[in-house]
């Protein structure tokens, strides 16, 4: 009778111990049927083919589409993905603070319509924040952002390098943070 008043309280702890792990580790799979092929599609501004998957890496899950250009352009590239992960993963809060700060100090001396504060700052979710990358041939942009409830960092990504007068695809990684957030949020039970 002892032996089962011992091991009772430790299955119950035990039971406790794992039941706390799933709340605080919140599972990115309901973004499955938010980050879509046709979510992807929508975010774009023109039709380039594309091919859609998904990967993970540790504490990561990444959908990407990578666009075809076919055999006549080798060199040339372009991918849009979104990544979850559990929040302060992709987005540093003590780097995100900072750069605010920065960013709001520099735009207080502006005049309005010089100010970056909003557009690198966009109201998406808890926060967000957008990052360039220019280059000769290409380049790229990001939004990430902190769904409202906390749970996950989202960062939505594309990225370019094509041959002179090839067409790539019009991402909008705006459009499709604000997707990601809208259809999150309307989940219920999340």
């Given at each position: 009778m002892t032996r089962l008043l011992v091991r009772g309280p430790a299955i119950l702890l035990v039971c406790l111990g794992l039941l706390t792990l799933s709340c605080v580790r919140p599972s990115s799979l309901v973004f499955d049927s938010i980050?879509?092929?046709n979510l992807i599609r929508h975010g774009c501004e023109n039709e380039v083919p594309f091919e859609f998957g998904t990967s993970e890496s540790p504490?990561?899950?990444?959908?990407?589409?990578?666009?075809?250009?076919?055999?006549?352009?080798?060199n040339s590239h372009a991918y849009v993905s979104v990544t979850v992960a559990r929040a302060g993963k992709l987005l540093?809060?003590?780097?995100?603070?900072?750069?605010?700060?920065?960013?709001?100090?520099?735009?207080?001396?502006?005049?309005?319509?010089?100010?970056?504060g909003s557009s690198l700052f966009p109201d998406i979710g808890r926060r967000a924040m957008?990052?360039?990358?220019?280059?000769?041939?290409?380049?790229?942009?990001?939004?990430?952002?902190?769904?409202s409830d906390g749970r996950f960092d989202i960062k939505v990504e594309q990225g370019?390098?094509?041959?002179?007068?090839?067409?790539?695809?019009n991402v909008l990684c705006g459009k499709i943070a604000r997707e990601v957030c809208r259809l999150y949020g309307s989940k219920p039970g999340r």
């Open positions: 980050v879509t092929e504490g990561e899950r990444c959908y990407s589409a990578g666009f075809v250009f076919g055999p006549d352009y080798p540093d809060l003590r780097e995100y603070h900072r750069f605010k700060r920065k960013v709001r100090m520099e735009d207080k001396d502006q005049p309005h319509d010089m100010q970056w957008v990052g360039l990358v220019l280059s000769p041939n290409g380049g790229g942009d990001a939004v990430v952002f902190t769904t370019n390098h094509l041959a002179k007068g090839l067409e790539g695809p």
